[in-house]
């Protein structure tokens, strides 16, 4: 789980990365790294020469100790409650239950004993796919869901149902809670954003946007909000106000997926150019790139301490790499591509879902989950 940080972080970027009102600067996540990295510290530990010249004693151990970690505990388990493709799986804050969503229009709620997941109960209510769904940040028991019947809804697992359903104004595929739990963004086909406001039981307000708006977050203060697009930017505003703060030319083409580091102090991006990149929260710059992938990065997610990052694409792998470096730590094997990922908040244990096909009949998808990191036999 992400920390606080201090409010209104974002907002000194670096030179030669961002858009600030109508002034525009060139740079992404693939032009200028080397000569940044230089002049930056390595994941705030005052160190230049671990990354640019090579690691200390201790990174090697500790990227030493990973790599075993990961090769002892590389069990795979699969799950088939689902009987359509599973779009999205995200773990509660206690890592206690895990939730995934379907093409099949439901949400499956699992419980977790260390060991094994087993089905508590299932999240019917939506008319069509539930696109995107996302846990209450510090709430175990609250679920959000974002379906294509332009609807969100917020479940308590405690009673098992549904308790607020938010009409929205299109098919949404994305979907966001605010650190301070007040909050809920969604985002539809038509790249139009929801904000809904708990307290008050309606929607905040609409932003509409005229390009491509792609997965959204707050940062962990849930004062600024983050955007990316296909224009290859990540856009920054203020919020609730939400007036732009800055436009990060991150990378070169479209923007995917976004994640914060459990500090709070950096956030990853994932993208179509196949690579996945490393911001400073507070400066805007780029401190790290990783490229193990040849695909557009699909889905990106921090372990609970942040010291490895994982990525998923077409690429028949799930790239685990050490942050501070980008020295690989593992790979996960896949036989198609992966869309969804999550590692459990206090364990590397990851849940994801990939494009696979039912065993007996390869034109239907099999709405398969998996979880990986469990103890070998």
């Given at each position: ?16 990365n961002?858009?600030?009102?109508s002034k ?14 230089m002049k ?14 090579g ?17 002892k ?10 009987n ?11 890592g ?14 699992y419980?977790f ?44 697992t ?14 949404n ?28 039981g ?39 106000e ?13 923007c ?30 780029c401190i790290?790139t ?21 990525a998923?694409?077409?690429?028949l ?22 869309f969804?990922?999550?590692f ?5 244990i ?6 696979d ?17 469990l103890?070998?036999?």
């Open positions: 789980m992400a920390t606080s940080v201090n409010a209104g972080r974002i907002g000194t970027p670096s030179t030669g961002t858009t600030t009102g525009h600067t060139n740079g992404s996540a693939s032009q200028d790294i080397d000569a940044e990295i930056r510290s390595s994941l705030g530990k005052h160190k230049q020469t671990s990354f640019v010249f690691m200390d004693s201790g990174q090697k151990s500790e990227i030493e100790e990973l790599r075993d970690q990961f090769k505990n590389n069990r795979i388990q699969s799950y088939g409650s689902h359509n493709k599973v779009h999205s799986v995200d773990w509660n804050c206690d206690r239950r895990l939730a995934s969503g379907s093409f099949d229009k439901t949400c499956c709620v419980l004993d260390n060991t094994k997941l087993r089905v508590d109960h299932i999240c019917r209510g939506h008319s069509d796919s539930v696109d995107q769904l996302c846990w209450h940040v510090t709430h175990p028991d609250l679920l959000a869901t974002a379906s294509g019947d332009k609807t969100v809804r917020v479940w308590d405690r009673q098992q149902k549904n308790t607020h359903c938010y009409p929205t104004k299109g098919e595929i994305n979907i966001t809670w605010s650190g301070d739990g007040h909050y809920i963004a969604s985002g539809n086909k038509d790249d139009l954003l929801t904000f809904i406001d708990l307290r008050a309606n929607n905040l307000r609409e932003e509409q946007f005229k390009y491509e708006v792609n997965e959204i977050t707050w940062d962990p203060t849930s004062k600024i909000f983050v955007v990316t697009t296909g224009e290859g930017n990540v856009c920054i505003y203020n919020f609730p939400f007036e732009l703060q800055h436009t990060l030319k991150a990378h070169t083409a479209n995917i997926c976004i994640e914060f580091h459990p500090s709070g102090d950096y956030f990853a991006v994932g993208s179509a150019d196949a690579i996945v990149s490393l911001w400073t929260a507070d400066t805007l710059a790290r990783y490229t193990r992938l040849d695909w557009p990065v699909r889905a990106i997610s921090f372990n609970h301490n942040g010291s490895v990052i994982a998923a694409s077409e690429d792998v799930i790239d685990i790499s050490h942050v501070e470096t980008a020295e690989k730590i593992f790979q996960i094997p896949v036989e198609t591509p992966t969804t990922v999550s459990h908040p206090t364990r590397n990851l849940a994801y879902a990939c494009d096909k039912d065993k007996y009949d390869r034109d239907r998808d099999s709405g398969i989950i998996k979880v990986f990191g103890p070998s036999d």
